[in-house]
């Protein structure tokens, strides 16, 4: 993750400097995503929930013949516009839709996220299930949100999914969030580490530098 040293590069003509470039690109994928230290759980939480645009959510499902089991399914998510994340995954969902509706009876939810839907995970080598690709799963309830919430939950989900825009205005849908109660970090070796929600929400997302 250290920067490349430019200098060493300058001698170089500008036709040899090119492959070598593409050839840099390919040996360090990395460089794309900085990902915060492992002791830092919160703030890769913090990280990996920015990072995603979608999450697969678990509700307990409301029908037949899969009533009172688990049920995960795949939803779009922002917890901000790009570069201003606030931790909170916001959803744009309609009461026609299946986990919706086991929302309605039971709004108990589960969101998990993963590096591995970012290509971080594919071009360092580490297989999805590896704790070294980094994955959260958060645990609350979904609720409907309103207001100024609702206006910021628009502004995060459609500069990350403009095609929302266009989604059939007849499905009624409406924004909502995940409240969080329960944030569970796979990163690196030691098993599960939990972290509070105001350990998440108190965690900056971006390096500190003082
Ligand atoms: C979110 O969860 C907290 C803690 O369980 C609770 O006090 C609060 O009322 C919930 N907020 C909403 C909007 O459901
Ligand atoms: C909040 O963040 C500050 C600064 O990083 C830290 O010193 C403090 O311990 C944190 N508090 C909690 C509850 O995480």
Aim: with cysteine; net charge negative.
């Amino acid at each position: 993750m250290s920067a490349v040293s430019w200098p060493a590069c300058s001698r170089f003509s500008r036709f040899s400097l090119l492959p070598l470039l593409s050839l840099l690109s390919v040996l360090s994928p990395a460089s794309s995503l900085r990902i915060p230290p492992h002791d830092e759980v919160a703030q890769v939480a913090r990280f990996v929930a920015h990072q995603c645009d979608w999450a697969s959510m678990a509700t307990v499902s409301s029908h037949s013949p899969l009533i009172g089991r688990p049920f995960s399914n795949t939803f779009s998510v922002s917890d901000g516009p790009r570069g201003s994340g606030t931790g909170t995954p916001y959803m744009y969902l309609t009461r026609m839709e299946v986990s919706v509706q086991d929302l309605q009876v039971n709004p108990a939810s589960s969101l998990s996220m993963s590096l591995a839907q970012t290509d971080y995970c594919r071009l360092q080598g580490f297989d999805p299930q590896s704790p070294l690709c980094a994955h959260i799963i958060l645990s609350g309830d979904t609720v409907e949100v309103e207001g100024l919430e609702a206006e910021f939950a628009q502004k995060a989900l459609f500069s990350r999914h403009p095609e929302m825009i266009d989604w059939p205005s007849d499905h009624s849908w409406f924004f909502a969030k995940l409240n969080i109660t329960q944030v569970w970090v796979l990163d690196y070796f030691g098993g599960v580490k939990k972290v509070t929600p105001e350990e998440y929400y108190n965690a900056s997302l971006h390096r500190k530098h003082h």
